[in-house]
């Protein structure tokens, strides 16, 4: 049974990097493209980013200028970065493991149960 | 923008059917997913690709999708399908969500 394990600052101040790590256990990298989506009461949920066992990534066009996901097999674990943050980026991040991506409508299969982050001065 | 739209509530008497609408332009054309969430809990899978049903997911549970508008139908309703539920599909590089439909059973 796979679990995803996120963690990171959770308070940040405007115009700071935002930088979580998904740490997956039960399961390799491997075959599967890994996620990160954000969740708040104004926004609902919201895609950011997904990235495959190889490095390959695709952003969510409207946070691309922000985001970098990253991965590190050795450790399966991989991260999400966003720089600049604003209140509008508060949100509860979840990682997830997703079955097919981008190009084959993929979906989520399993969630992460979520880190909240505060942008806060 | 591609949009989802999704009723904001649907209730139910127990033992009824639910239909939870996902509406957008040419969706039919799309493949749709089907999550539902409870209070404080993370989101699961309930349908995949239109009408397909995880393992575990009763087979009350049932998917369709034509036109502009994908239905997540769910009969026989029990106080445990009481949860929000989105509609996910992807548009212009990205996976999309609708603004989900809190069902509640009554």
């Known amino acids: 049974q796979v679990q995803l394990q996120q963690w990171g600052a959770g308070l940040l101040k405007p115009s700071e990097t935002l930088s979580l790590t998904c740490g997956v256990s039960g399961e390799s990298l491997v075959g599967y493209y890994w996620s990160w989506i954000r969740q708040s009461p104004g926004k609902g949920l919201e895609w950011i980013g997904e990235?495959?066992?190889?490095?390959?990534?695709n952003y969510n066009p409207s946070l691309q200028s922000r985001v970098t996901i990253s991965l590190d097999t050795t450790k399966n674990q991989f991260s999400l970065r966003l720089t600049s943050v604003t209140a509008s980026d508060t949100a509860v991040y979840h990682c997830?493991?997703?079955?097919?991506?981008?190009?084959?409508?993929?979906?989520?299969?399993?969630w992460g149960q979520g880190a909240l982050v505060t942008v806060s001065s | 923008s591609y949009v989802l739209t999704q009723p904001p509530s649907l209730s139910v008497a127990p033992g009824n059917t639910a239909t939870i609408t996902c509406g957008g332009t040419n969706i039919g054309r799309k493949s749709v997913h089907w999550y539902q969430q409870k209070p404080g809990q993370v989101p699961i899978l309930v349908v995949y690709y239109d009408n397909d049903r995880p393992s575990g997911i009763p087979e009350r549970y049932s998917g369709s999708n034509s036109g502009n508008t994908a239905t997540l139908t769910i009969t026989r309703t029990e106080a445990g399908d009481e949860a929000v539920y989105y509609c996910?599909?992807?548009?212009?590089?990205?996976?999309?969500f609708g603004g989900g439909t809190m069902l509640t059973v009554l």
């Open positions: 997830a493991r997703q079955v097919g991506h981008r190009d084959s409508s993929g979906y989520i299969k399993n």
């Open positions: 996910q599909v992807w548009d212009s590089g990205r996976a999309m």
């Open positions: 990235i495959s066992h190889t490095g390959r990534a």
